[in-house]
């Protein structure tokens, strides 16, 4: 450690001029000079959330010389140097100067990396050497462990061992983030910082749910959303990921919330928040948990439709706040929209003339494939349900050929209400709950509130018996 010590010290005062030089310049030029490198041509690369872009490309000149420059800056973050076979060659910082220059051998590349122009990139690969170093005694120590039985008394001495190990990594980045706290790498190293491990230390199930209280809480803690170029590193987003899958309650309502506060932290106008935003969008709507499609509606009533997400196409902006107010009909929680249709007496019945403890909306047509696999373990689930839960189900056929839906009906003796959808009373039933594809279920309570959506019939008989109890511990 005295040796990091010494280099940050004389570092230090290589950081005001090399800042200074940075600000006046409009290009990058990155050298590289790898000993035992080959390839005719590398490419650079940088991350960006979860994916990687190209950005430059370089052809040898000479033996083991390659140069990226053009005459912009990049923006800033962590960069991959790739080889012609797509391998990944060596990860480098780009920051403030732009002016770089790299010098080592394929043989030993991080250990013999030579850096200049860039202070940041010197601390990052000695960083990345000791890792290496501390990384060997970690994996012996490790293969140690695993051929010892529990009860050997080496035991608890090789697992302090590879602890203080451990400790040791995390004291290098530290010594860097205290030395520069306002650099790159220092707040890289923040954000793979996690809460303090003293206060998640648990012996019963409530220290465990305090602990993962207290890492919720703290989650973002060490994470400055000021620095736009964390978004080109691969921390950030595993980190959103991380959180959203795993520390976020999975209910559409409580998902809201969060997406809320954290969005709330992140500036609206930087890169952090238009990947965020974006992401979360896609990968809320994307998923098939039951009603995700109001994480959609919260988020374009809240965003989109407010001017909060300039950079989308308009053609795009335009398609979400129409498919936006599709849905915010059907939502659950929401009062289901009347129907009012033709029976296959040629009365008209509305649903809301249903006075059941549960309705079940029924959409299906007979020359569906999926319907003729579905519609029998409905009826099944009806005759042995519909007294004991007090429930009926609302059959809307989509076919226009009556006598088509009067025989397969009969056939199949289907004895709840049914009606055409075709001959309606009210306005369009696939605008009104968004339904463009058969068979598709919904479940009202008593009071026409929908309570599940797009639900199978072989889930319904679970799905009511648990909204019973919760509805006991309700009242």
Partial sequence: ????????????????????????????????????LED?????????????????????????????????????????????????????LISDNQELKFDSDMDNLVEKMKVKGSNENALF???LAYSNLVFIELKAYQLRLKSLPKQNDSVQIIQEKIQNLNQDILDYKEDIIEAYPDTFISHFFLAMKS??????????????????????????DYFNFDDDRLIRTPIFHSKLEYYFNVMAHPTPDSLILEIDDFLGRVPEKSELFKHSLWHL????????????????????????????????NIDVLNNLLT???????????????????????????????IDKEYIIIYFWDPKCGHCKEETPKLSQFYKQNAKKYDLEVFSVCADTNMQQMKTYISDNKLDWINVNGTRSYTYDFHELY????????????????IIAKQINSDQLADFIKDYEIQKEKKE
């Fill in 281 to 312: 969008t896609l990968k809320f709507d994307q998923s098939n948990m039951m009603g995700y499609d109001a994480i959609l509606v919260h988020l374009t009533d809240n965003y989109y439709s407010k001017g909060k997400a300039p950079w989308l």
């Fill in 323 to 353: 498919e936006a107010d599709r849905r915010r009909n059907s939502l659950i929680g929401k009062q289901a929209p009347n129907l009012v249709m033709q029976s296959l007496d040629l009365n008209t019945i509305s649903l809301y003339s």
């Fill in 195 to 220: 809460p303090v491990a003293e206060q998640l230390k648990s012996t019963n199930r409530q220290d465990s749910i305090n602990a993962f209280r207290y890492f919720k809480k703290h989650y973002w």
């Fill in 125 to 127: 690969f000695d960083y």
């Fill in 1 to 36: 450690m005295k040796t990091l010590i010494r280099r940050l010290f004389i570092l230090f005062f290589c950081f005001i001029s090399l800042l200074l030089i940075a600000q006046e310049k409009q290009s990058y030029k990155i050298d590289l000079k790898i000993k035992g």
């Fill in 434 to 449: 968004n339904m463009y594809s058969i068979p598709f279920i919904f479940v009202l309570d008593k009071n026409k509130t």
């Fill in 40 to 92: 005719s041509v590398l490419y650079l690369a940088n991350y960006y959330g979860d994916k990687t872009y190209l950005v430059d490309t370089a052809y040898r000149k000479g033996k083991y010389n390659y140069v990226f420059e053009d005459k912009k800056n990049l923006d800033g973050g962590i960069y991959i140097v790739i080889g012609q076979a797509k391998n990944s060659i060596f990860d480098c």
